[in-house]
């Protein structure tokens, strides 16, 4: 498998770079890893690097974006996150991936089963963990679906509410960046939300 170029990077649309990693994850959950020389990527790196998507994600230690999508080195620039939130440095960030780096894509990508969401539907209080729940409780509001059970030993409720702070990430984004809504308004790149699955391994891009 080789390191991605300038040109390669160059050639590459939104929805391409969606594909790519559609097809990676798909080869991840099937065991079908491409077999790199990581070494060799090492080299084929240093002078620069070209990466075709950014991927805001948890730092929850089954969600490694690299492995996840069966990406090399120098092809994605990783965010990572307790509950994958959003703030100003994070959305700079992003900036500097897509606009001066030249990547194509942002994936806002949450998970089930999330620890920081678990957290933020049971009002954890952990020193400066809990201004960072504070940031997930919006998601917390908006969920309407359940009527009872609405804490964290409820994983299809925690599921869906990480459903909704994938989206508000998003939103926060696009409200709060000017350069990335550019970027989009002239299709250079595109952002979209995924969720991975735990159980399975498999990433579900949402299709709006
Ligand atoms: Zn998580």
Redesign the pocket.
Known sequence: MKTISKKDQHNITPDQAIDLLHKGNQRFIQNLRFNRNLLQQVNETAEGQYPFAAILS?I?SRTPAELIFDQGLGDIFSIRI??NIVNDDIIGSLEFACKAAGSKLIVVLG?TN???IKGACDGADLGLLTQLLEKIKPAIYQEKTFKEHRDGSNLAYVNEVAKINIRNSIEKILGKSTIIKELIAQESIKIIGGIYDVSSGEVLFFQD
Request: a negative charge.
């Open positions: 948890c929850d307790a509950g998970h999330c620890g920081a």
